[in-house]
């Protein structure tokens, strides 16, 4: 299984709901990313966690907060978002002979 | 610090002719890995091609390939007999370790239109 899976594939939230995004991967990795990416923009690095710990944190408002309840799970609870926060949210797990980045299809999130 | 630069926002090509999109990359590091990504519009990053610094063979997977000039630190992707399905945003990638852990430079990106 080389696959990442991301659920949902699509949200729409209001700016007080809570909502939480899902990350699943099977392949064994132990470093799992969030990134986000605006509309023909690159990826922007979220979070790292390392064999389940936060490692990295990129200065990322606090009504995103990330969970990683196990080594094939990787979660990111939203709470008061902006509609600026609009965006495709990728998940990212590391590993393989090159220690290659294996991205997840993605969650489109509005925030309305 | 690493930078990655795609000089093309937009390329185009007819089905079954070959393009190429340019990808220049600054470091002062001796290893490291570089990477071309498509992204089609269903918004999946998905790896065309990696390359190693170490090695000076040209990576090349079916119809992809790269020229890989370490010294003028240039790493272009060939697409060749160019199919509809080719049609992405395609970034290039540099691959580093910071903080101890592994990181992704990415540069702007090129949209890749594919005309029948």
């Known amino acids: 299984d080389t696959e990442v899976t991301q659920t949902p594939k699509h949200l729409v939230m209001g700016m007080t709901n809570k909502k939480s995004l899902k990350c699943e991967q099977h392949?064994?990795?132990?470093?799992m990313y969030w990134y986000k990416q605006k509309a023909k923009k690159p990826p922007e690095l979220m979070f790292v966690?390392?064999?389940?710990?936060?490692?990295i944190n990129e200065s990322v408002p606090s009504r995103f907060s990330p969970e990683c309840p196990n080594s094939s799970l990787l979660n990111l609870h939203l709470h008061a978002l902006q509609p600026e926060d609009s965006a495709l949210y990728l998940c990212?797990?590391?590993?393989?002979?090159?220690?290659?980045?294996?991205f997840g299809p993605g969650t489109r999130l509005t925030v309305l | 610090a690493q930078t990655v630069t795609q000089s093309q926002p937009e390329m185009s090509v007819q089905e079954a002719e070959t393009v190429t999109l340019s990808c220049t990359y600054d470091?002062?590091?001796?290893?490291?890995?570089l990477f071309w990504y498509k992204q089609p519009p269903s918004r999946q990053m998905i790896l065309v091609i990696r390359?190693?610094?170490?090695?000076?063979q040209n990576a090349t997977e079916n119809r992809f390939s790269v020229n890989f000039q370490k010294a003028a630190k240039s790493f272009s992707l060939k697409i060749s007999d160019s199919q509809l399905g080719d049609a992405a945003m395609y970034f290039c990638?540099?691959?580093?370790?910071?903080?101890?852990?592994?990181?992704?430079?990415f540069g702007a990106g090129t949209r890749l239109a594919v005309h029948p």
């Open positions: 990212a797990s590391i590993g393989g002979r090159a220690n290659e980045q294996f």
């Open positions: 392949m064994g990795h132990r470093a």
């Open positions: 966690y390392s064999y389940e710990k936060l490692s």
């Open positions: 470091t002062s590091e001796s290893d490291y890995y």
């Open positions: 390359q190693e610094a170490y090695k000076q």
């Open positions: 990638a540099y691959r580093t370790i910071s903080g101890g852990y592994n990181k992704l430079i």
